[in-house]
């Protein structure tokens, strides 16, 4: 798709929440931009200060970011500090309600409307592809319903005991649960526990 649009590489980016501190290349979920970029690039700026990522929160409209377009204060121009000459960013939302974009990156000329709309309606469909074939089992880390639901009660900060009364299970099942939580997790406690799982937005 990026190759037909006249673009190098493309991107797709998980974007969480936007107070938290992120680098770039800790939200690529899928892409096939030049081996270290994203590396290099998190070495010398941060991605959560610039004015595309920002962007990307305040608007669920595609936009399009040259690199001459002017640096916007501190965050500085993205795509200039990639090493590219256009950047087109598809926000796009997984069934969960989680947000992504899909970026096409690449030193091409302008591109006209028409070709921008069919772009745009691509990408919206490779995402939905891609989610339901491997982010969606990505995204519950293989928690069960009946796991996401104590995990949800825990993140409120509910004990066992209570837990127990309202989902109408032992507090001998609930425990259970929580260990099996805590290993599909790979973490050693509760804290970790919410903490990761607000992370990989398994719980919101």
Not at 22 to 27: A, G
Not at 125 to 134: G, H, I, K, P, S
Not at 154 to 172: D, F, N, P, Y
Request: charged share 20%; proline share 3%; hydrophobic share 40%.
């Amino acid at each position: 798709m990026s190759l037909r649009f006249g673009f190098d590489h493309f991107a797709i980016l998980q974007l969480g929440n936007e107070g938290s501190a992120c680098m770039l290349s800790n939200r690529l979920a899928l892409h096939d931009l030049p081996a270290g970029l994203a590396e290099e690039y998190d070495k010398r700026h941060r991605f959560g200060d610039s004015v595309a990522y920002k962007s990307l929160h305040k608007s669920a409209i595609p936009s399009i970011w040259k690199a001459d377009d002017p640096p916007h204060g501190q965050g500085g121009n993205l795509v200039e500090q990639l090493g590219f000459e256009m950047l087109i960013c598809v926000p796009v939302t997984g069934l969960n309600g989680a947000r992504y974009a899909v970026l096409f990156l690449g030193d091409c000329e302008d591109i006209d409307q028409q070709a921008h709309f069919e772009l745009c309606y691509d990408a919206v469909c490779a995402f939905d592809y891609f989610y339901r074939l491997v982010l969606s089992n990505k995204a519950g880390l293989g928690l069960t319903p009946r796991e996401t639901e104590i995990l949800r009660w825990i993140s409120h900060g509910k004990t066992a005991s209570e837990i127990a009364l309202i989902v109408s299970v032992s507090e001998h099942t609930v425990n259970s649960h929580t260990a099996t939580i805590l290993k599909k997790l790979d973490v050693v406690n509760r804290t970790q526990m919410v903490a990761k799982a607000i992370r990989e937005q398994i719980i919101q």
